[in-house]
Structures are given as structure tokens and as C-alpha cells.
């Protein structure tokens, strides 16, 4: 019998020796070992795999730059594993970060570059902020979950982790990977909408250390109680690792992911007279299915991305890792920006139906972007006498080239606040402006954790990035009206004091800062261009932390954490509210606040994932002085998730998973000057799941059961409704 000596990730050692106590059969001996004959016995591969622990605070910490697990990190991680977003039926990136208090969505500018996941963390954008297996995910599109095993959020300025961005913190995503035995499962779901996808997560052996997977998604969908039309988008990604269980592994992921679905761009908030605060026009008696889209609105998107992965542990004190990723996006993209001044308000809340001209600024454009990225990383463990010490240090550069052309409309498209119909497809003039813009960036980082006492250690880190942008822009066969450059060095460091009495008690403080250069967001908000000065400071963002982290109950299977958090924010970028335009200035803006959480298993039958955030924001200084004193855009007082679930005669053939769970966001300011606001959300989710044998189960799930109007991704002049009551029933299969 062949031991492996890897670990399916999350899995402690004891986990492993219990799988291997459970699989041995009585005298079996391993391989190479003589029996009591004396003759050698081999046996098969054994496939050693357990389930990740419930409580997420015992997993590996998601980027390798972060060694440890999430208990041992000094910072607050959110985790949603695989079991909860298979309960909940999670099929993008969104949906699952729904169960992340604290996390708001844009639904994006002028030009449509900011659409796509634009999450904003603590009220600060992470729009270039998503990483998949600890490297950058390029690109501004919609992401599918179909090879999700779990996903993270780090939050807090994380410059020494992921270089430039992160002002409030970063989502990292772990994909499903190629494991020793074989597995091989399917899911197909359909219901309201309509609503129809399939899956297929198929794994093979095909030798003593070597697996392949391959994940395959297809779908065919309209929002619930959205007017808009069907979209599809499916995808496929082959993988293979070699040299599992061994000192040395290699893997290659490809993804090739498409879609072609209506873009959206929501619906107008409108300030009525007599009144200062502005809302969303359905908060007025517009229908939330109204849509402004017409033939034309569309968001196609084609990606394709080659990810190879080196690890090696050259000893018992030293691992090295050397990962690539390049990236190809190509998007089309076009939709109809609703806008209301304020004689249009005070017709419509009169019962008029004032006419509306969609604004320019959504006019079509064709986008096509490549990347690639290299992160080396060495993690050492090693004692100077009596101090033990955890270094990690490393090299990270990365390299991204755009290009897009933007197109008019010969005509001028009017329509009114309630639609009655939608125009044909419209038809384009000739190119109306090009964009090229290549960023690249040179990084390296290196932190040492050093404990003075068994329970205490102090973790001092640094990163050093060099940023370069160039950036052209002009119409067609005219003089460049753009021809920007620049170069910034960002010096990012991270410090904590981390006491940790038992194994299963943390208690932290910690800081840490990130930088966002200038330049940094050209192809994904484009208006930035308009504010860019090659002398302007990058936007600065630190963070002071205090908190803690307590596993539970026997085998530490419950998990419970809080912290107090201060980010302070310089430099800011300011958005003007009516024309999306976004300049660089000297703001100072805070967020202050903190958070609690549960994670794990009450009983052997009973999970529970909840989490709360309270947040005070405020803008301390401004060059606008009227904004001074007022919240923070996009930032809740409150919010709240929870989702729980309870097993009713597991392995018995009348057996029955219930789950359930809310999702609950305070109101928001949409703007500076906390003139226009978005009320709140609030959705109630419910599961029902029935295991018919080893290898069916039926699932059934309810969202926004009580059918509030809420919204699910905000701007400054507009919001989008969320679906309304929807109902989808899936059967799985696994073998």
C-alpha cells in the first residue's frame, strides 16, 4: 500500500490517520514492508481525503503569502465553503459573497469598464482585487462559481499579500483541483426565470501521483421579475496535477469561459421636489422589472486563462512555489444608462411618463485585454536560539495590455420612465475612439514571524512595488488626445503582536497599508483618465486591527472571532455623481467599526455560518467642504448573514437537510455628498435537501422569500433591482 503524504486542503493530520485507520484492512502492511510469510504485499492506492473542517478558522489561510491557517492569521478572513455554497446553489462570483456583511456591489460608470464584479469591501472598491489560487484574476467581467471549491475574503488593506489595490481588503477564490482516487459528480438545476443549468466535476487517477479533473458548466437563464432577455454563458476547465502526494507538485488549469447576456444598467434614482434625499424610482411606484435595454444592450465576453502552479517542500524547514497565470479577455459590450432630472422626478411622481434619453456615455465598445502574472514564494521555518522564526519572502511581477474602440449610435434613442415597448437594434457609426494601455508592476515582499514565547510572536513585514502605466487615447486617423504616463514606488508594510495562550485562542493587533497608484484603473474605470496627474500620490489606506479568534467545542469544530477596525483612506478618488467623472484629490476619508462572527458545527448535525459588521464612516477632509463631516458612499451601518442547516437522519433512507438563512444590508449614501441613497436589503433564503442513495440527491431553494424590493449593485444616479421571489429545484449526482 502507497501512504500519500499530501494533504487534501484543510485537512489536519489526525483527519488523515483516521482516514487511513478506516481504509487499512487488518493486517495489511505497507508497501515495501514483509508480511508474516516474509513475501512483500502490495496493496492498491489508497485515496486519503477527508472533508475540510466546518469550522472555517482551522483551514489553510487562501494565498500561500499568508502562511497558516486563518486562526493563526491577524486579520479578519471570511471563508464560504464548498458545503455552503453547494446548500445555497451558488452559481457566481456575487451570489456568493452575499454571505460576506460588509460587501457592496457596483453596478457601474460611464463606458460600462467598471461593470462586471466591481465589489466594494468595507465601503472601498477591490475592483482589481480578485485573485483565483492566490494569482490575479484580470479583467472587469461577470465570474461563474462552477470551479469554486471555496471562496475568501481578506479584509483590511493588504498591500503585503497582493501588491497595489486592496484598500479594502481582497477576495481569493480556490478552484477545484485534481486529487489522488476518482470522483465524479453532476448537477442540474431549473426553475423560475426560466432557469436551466448543468455541471459536471469529473476526476481521474490515472497514475500513483497523477490526476486529472474536468469541470463543465452550461446555462440558460432570465432574472426573476427582470424585463430583460435570456442570456447564456457556458464554460469548460481541464486540469492536471502530477507528483500528488509526493515533495514536488505541478499542475496546469485551463479555463475557457463565455457568455452573452442583456446588460442591465439598472434604474434612476430620482429626487422628487420638495425633498433633498434622492431614491430609486421604484421606491416611487416604477415597476422593479422595468428595463431600459434595447437590441443593442449586450455584454458578451470571451475568457481564456492557463494557470501552472509549482510547489515544492525541498526539506522539513523550506517550501518553494512558483505560479504563472496568463489571461486573455475579450468583451463586447453595450447598454441604455436611464437618467431622471429633476422635471422628469416631478412629472413621474404626478403619474406622468416623462420621456427619457439614455445617456451616451453606455454607447458600445469592443475590448480586448491579456496579462500575465509570476509570484515565486519561499516560506522558511527555523529557530536563532531560542526565538523560532516563520519567514516568508518572494517575488511578484505581473504585466496587462488593453485595448478597446468605442462606437456611436447614428441616431438618438428616447424612450419614458414606464416603457412600453423596446426599439430594434440601432445602427453604429464608424469607430468613434481607441484606448491602449499596458501596466506593469515589479514587486517584493518579505515578512518574518518570530515568537519570544511559545504563546507570543510578533510579524513585521514589508513590500516594495514599482508601478509603470502608459496610456494613449484619440479618435480614429485624428491627433492622440491621451498620451499619458507614469511611474510610482509603493512602500507597503504589515506588523501585528499575536498572543495565542492554547492552540485554539488568538488574539491579535495588527496594521497594515496598501497603495493605489495613479493610473491603476484606466480600462476598468475609464473616467479616471480625465483626473490623472503623473505627480499625484498614490491613494494611501491603512488599517489598525484588535481582535480575536476561539475554536470550540471537541475536535474544534465550532469557530468564533471578532475585531475592532480602523481604515483610514488618503488620497482619495472622488466620483462626480452626475457625470461618473473620477479625479484624484487630497480627501481623507475613515472607516471605523467592527465585526463578529460563528462559524462551524453546533452538533455533529447541526452548521452554522454567521457574521455581523457594524461600520462608521465619515470623510474627514475634503476639497469639497460640504462633503466634509457626511458617510461614506456605499458604506452600511449594519449588515448582517447567516445561514445555517440541520441533518435529519443522515445515511437513513427517510432523510431530510434543512437550511436557511438571511442576508441583511442598512441603507446606503450613493454619493459624497449623501444626497442620493439606496434603501435597505433584505432577503430571507430557505433549502430543503433529500439524499434518495449514495448517489442522488434532490435540492430544493427558495431566495427573497418574503419578495422585498431590494438592490443588489449600486451608482451614484442608480441602482439595480435584485430578482424577486424565485424557486429552483436541482438533482445532484455523485459516484
Known sequence: MTIRKGLARGVSPAAMMAGIAMTLPGGASAQGVPAADGAVTTLPTVDVQAQAPANTLRRAAPVNRMPGTVQDTPQTINVIPREILEQQNVTTLEEALRNVPGITVSIGEGNGGVNGDQIRIRGFSAQNDIYVDGLRDFGAYQRDAFTYEDVSVIKGPSGFAFGTGSVGGAVAIGSRTPHLGNSYGGNFTGGMGPFARGTLDLNQQIGDSTAIRLNIMGQSSRTVDRDTPNGTRWG????????????????????????????????????????????????????????????????????????????????????????????????????????????????????????????????????????????????????????????????????????????????????????????LERALTGASNKRHGETTAYGAFLADR?????????????????????????????????????????????????????????????????????????????????????????????????????????????????????????????????????????????????????????????????????????????????NVGKRVQYVPEHAAALWTSYEINRNEPWNLTLGGGFTWRDKVYLNAANTAQAPQNFSIDLMASHRINDSLRVQVNGYNMTDERNYNALFGTRVLPSPGRTVLVSVNAEF
Open 236 to 423: 469548460v476547465a481541464p486540469s492536471i496535477a502530477f507528483g500528488l502526494g509526493t515533495n514536488t507538485t505541478f499542475s496546469v488549469e485551463y479555463v475557457h469561459y463565455e457568455y452573452d447576456v442583456p446588460s442591465d444598467a439598472g434604474i434612476a434614482v430620482i429626487t422628487p421636489q420638495g425633498q433633498t434625499i434622492g431614491r430609486p424610482a421604484t421606491e416611487y411606484g416604477l415597476p422593479r422589472s422595468t428595463w431600459y435595454g434595447s437590441m443593442n444592450d449586450r455584454d458578451q465576453v470571451q475568457v481564456d486563462r492557463v494557470t501552472a502552479r509549482l510547489n515544492h517542500e525541498a526539506n522539513d524547514w523550506l517550501t518553494i512555489s512558483n505560479d504563472t497565470r496568463a489571461t486573455w479577455v475579450d468583451r463586447d459590450f453595450a447598454y441604455a444608462i436611464p437618467g431622471c432630472d429633476a422635471a422628469c422626478a416631478t412629472s413621474f411622481v404626478r403619474g406622468g411618463n416623462p420621456a427619457v434619453t439614455p445617456s451616451g456615455a453606455g454607447n458600445p465598445y469592443s475590448q480586448q485585454s491579456w496579462a500575465i502574472q509570476n509570484v515565486t514564494t519561499a516560506t522558511a521555518r527555523f529557530t536563532t536560539g531560542p526565538l523560532r522564526h516563520e519567514l516568508t519572502g518572494g517575488i511578484d511581477i505581473w504585466h496587462e495590455d488593453t485595448d478597446r474602440t468605442g462606437y456611436g449610435y447614428t441616431t438618438t434613442r428616447v424612450t419614458s420612465m414606464r416603457p412600453t415597448d423596446q426599439d
Open 450 to 626: 518570530v515568537w519570544l514565547l511559545p504563546e507570543l510572536s510578533i510579524l513585521g513585514g514589508v513590500r516594495v512595488t514599482r508601478y509603470e502605466v502608459e496610456y494613449t487615447a484619440g479618435t480614429p486617423g485624428q491627433p492622440l488626445t491621451s498620451n499619458l504616463s507614469g511611474e510610482t514606488t509603493s512602500v507597503d508594510p504589515r506588523a501585528a503582536l499575536i498572543w495565542q495562550p492554547t492552540p485554539q485562542q488568538t488574539y491579535y493587533a495588527s496594521y497594515s497599508t496598501s497603495s493605489t497608484p495613479p493610473g491603476s484603473l484606466f480600462f476598468t474605470q475609464p473616467s479616471t483618465v480625465g483626473g490623472f496627474r503623473d505627480n499625484y500620490d498614490p491613494e494611501r489606506n491603512t488599517i489598525y486591527e484588535l481582535g480575536g479568534k476561539v475554536s470550540l467545542l471537541p475536535q474544534d469544530r465550532l469557530g468564533v472571532y471578532g475585531a475592532i477596525f480602523r481604515i483610514e483612506k488618503e488620497n482619495a478618488q472622488d466620483v462626480d455623481p452626475l457625470n461618473g467623472n473620477v479625479t484624484l484629490s487630497s480627501d481623507e476619508q475613515r472607516n471605523q467599526g467592527a465585526e463578529i462572527g460563528i462559524t462551524g458545527r453546533i452538533t455533529p448535525a447541526w452548521t452554522i455560518n454567521a457574521n455581523y459588521t457594524y461600520m462608521d464612516s465619515e470623510t474627514r477632509s475634503s476639497g469639497t467642504a460640504a
